[in-house]
């Protein structure tokens, strides 16, 4: 019986070493972002193939530019376009930093 207490505390070293070589692992590729009302950003575009309009959902841009109008939450934001037509809201997986300048952002 006295080998018990020993064994609960192995035990629980080992299932806290698993969790840490879990975590790392599933958070090698987790980038933390956030995004504040004004930002640039890239946005996915989600578009469809259509033959009868001669559109080839391949060869359309992957991302477009879009700014930040409204943090609803750290995962969620809502955008509009340049020209500051609404888009709604997006989530975080669908947007990219914005790395280069456009020419209305002041320096």
């Known amino acids: 019986m006295s080998l018990l207490p ?3 505390e192995d035990v ?3 299932l806290h070493a698993a969790y840490e070589t879990n ?3 599933y958070n090698v590729r ?3 972002l956030r995004f ?3 930002d640039i950003v890239w946005k996915k575009n989600h578009f ?3 033959a009868s309009k001669h559109f080839s959902k391949k060869l359309a841009p992957k991302y477009s530019a879009s700014r930040v109008t409204k943090v609803i ?3 969620v934001y809502e955008l509009s376009d340049l020209d500051n037509n609404p ?3 997006w989530h975080i997986k669908d947007l990219k930093a914005n790395s280069c300048r456009f020419d209305d952002e002041p320096l």
Do not use: V
Request: hydrophobic share 20%; glycine share 8%; proline share 8%.
């Open 87 to 89: 888009l709604g809201r």
């Open 30 to 32: 987790k980038r933390p």
């Open 6 to 8: 020993e064994m609960y």
């Open 12 to 14: 629980k070293k080992r």
């Open 73 to 75: 939450s750290p995962l």
């Open 23 to 25: 975590a790392k692992q």
């Open 48 to 50: 469809l193939s259509d």
């Open 36 to 38: 504040s009302q004004g």
